[in-house]
């Protein structure tokens, strides 16, 4: 699974507190399962609620909030896609310690596709990246048919 890791090193590259103290931040993945279908090919879709801990966290929580959004827009972005996703997708807890400090509980939902194909009787595996955002949509000002403008307007 390659989203944990990636989503660590983000968080530990962004928060100086965490870089200098890695042992305050534990992932943890639980009651994943696997969403398949009867099609010709094996692939399939891990799906997972991923549990971020941080211990004794001193910064300003949204420290810790913006380079996780951040890192879903890319990589997991339906989190931010629709009603469902939007409150359930992220979730948070906070407790506040004795010493100031407080220990926050982030849960993701998150999934990630394999490819599996069969070439020469052998199955193959292969991870695959989160599909591309669609490109923006552009607001085209003219209208041609057959070649010929037929109307132009302005916004």
Known sequence: MQKPLSLRSALLKAI???SANPDSLSLLVHNGYIASTLAASLSFEKRYPLT??????TDDLNTLLVP???????NQPDIMSGPAE??????WQMQ??????FNVTLTLALTERTQVW????QLHAKDLPEPLP???VSR????????ELVSRWEE
């Open 16 to 18: 100086p507190s965490l």
């Open 52 to 57: 971020i801990a941080v211990n004794n966290f």
């Open 68 to 74: 996780v959004l951040a890192w879903c827009r890319d």
């Open 86 to 91: 939007t409150t359930q997708g992220f979730t």
């Open 96 to 101: 506040n310690n004795a010493d100031g400090s």
């Open 118 to 121: 069969e070439e020469e009787q």
């Open 134 to 136: 669609a490109a923006p």
């Open 140 to 147: 085209p000002m003219e209208l041609y048919i057959n070649g």
